[in-house]
């Protein structure tokens, strides 16, 4: 059953970056992150109280709140990162990149979650590196322009490596906690950390100034975020961090589509070469 969960989030995961990316086009990505965070903890709490396990709080141990917190900060770092490069670059680059924390994600679990990585895995790591490599290709572009590329790549990379941060401190997070409620709290350490970087940046004045259309551009994709989150964090409670990250990840796939659908963004055929490798890479994982 985890596996349909894990499946389940990667189809909201993917639709997230397109909302996402409607809802940025002028208003800050920090603003962004931090009231699409406001949806998100507002959905998983629901499920918190629709499960009815807030009875639980008063049993989680100092060692799992440590991790749910350190988690949450992780996540709160990858999301500032991957929406400030959203709305620097190409969703059709930005998001392989995000995506590559997989690689990582499975070297951490060998090292502290013990999970073992096979051969077909440590095949699918080499398909999905070589696949990523091939879809970040670099346009040749004015010095001011490359300036703005760098910086995406920069945002893009260090998403990727807090979101394989937030898988591993995740799981172990959560090992003793119902997933709806270890969601629900860590969502609220990630709240708490985008409104500060707004307040630290000095842009909650611009809140007032976001549209109509984009603001609920960012609403439906902290929905989207919220139900990936409930069905990603599902499938980590009962199954292997290292064949269920995999799987989220298949939601390039969704992304790639819809940002061909809604934002004419094309691939190159080594991009489109890239795409297979990732999704074939994956794939490879799952084989026990």
């Known amino acids: 059953m985890w596996v349909v969960f894990a499946f389940g989030s990667a189809l909201f995961a993917g639709i997230t970056a397109i909302l996402a990316k409607c809802g940025i086009q002028k208003t800050d990505s920090n603003v962004a992150t931090a009231i699409r965070t406001i949806v998100v903890l507002l959905f998983s709490w629901l499920m918190v109280l629709l499960t009815g396990s807030q009875s639980q709080i008063g049993q989680i141990g100092r060692g799992t709140w440590l991790f749910l917190i350190l988690s949450g900060l992780a996540t709160g770092a990858s999301w500032l990162c991957y929406f400030r490069a ?28 013990r999970e073992e990585i096979s051969l077909a895995k440590a095949f699918g ?12 290709e670099k346009k040749k572009t004015d010095a001011s322009k490359q300036t703005k590329g760098n910086l995406w790549f920069f945002y893009g990379a260090c ?37 500060m970087m707004v307040f630290v940046t000095g842009k909650q004045n611009t809140v007032k100034e976001i549209s109509k259309r984009e603001l609920g551009f960012i609403c439906l994709s902290g ?66």
Request: proline share 2%; charged share 10%; glycine share 8%.
């Open 86 to 113: 959203l709305q620097l670059g190409d969703i059709n680059k930005v998001v392989p990149i995000d995506k590559s924390s997989v690689i990582l994600t499975i070297l951490l679990a060998f090292l502290f979650l």
């Open 125 to 136: 790591v080499v398909l999905i590196g070589t696949g990523t490599f091939l879809m970040i």
């Open 223 to 288: 929905l989207a975020t919220g139900a990936s989150w409930l069905c990603y964090y599902r499938a980590l409670q009962d199954g292997l961090a290292s064949v269920v990250v995999p799987i989220d990840k298949l939601s390039i796939v969704v992304t790639i589509a819809f940002s061909w659908l809604v934002f004419h963004e094309r691939l190159s055929k080594k991009a489109g070469l890239g795409l297979v490798l990732i999704v074939a890479g994956t794939f490879v994982m799952l084989i026990p």
């Open 159 to 195: 998403s990727a490596v807090f979101a394989s941060l937030t898988s591993i401190l995740g799981k172990v997070g959560i090992s003793g906690v119902e997933s709806n409620l270890g969601t629900a709290i860590r969502t609220a350490v990630v709240l708490l950390m985008a409104w």
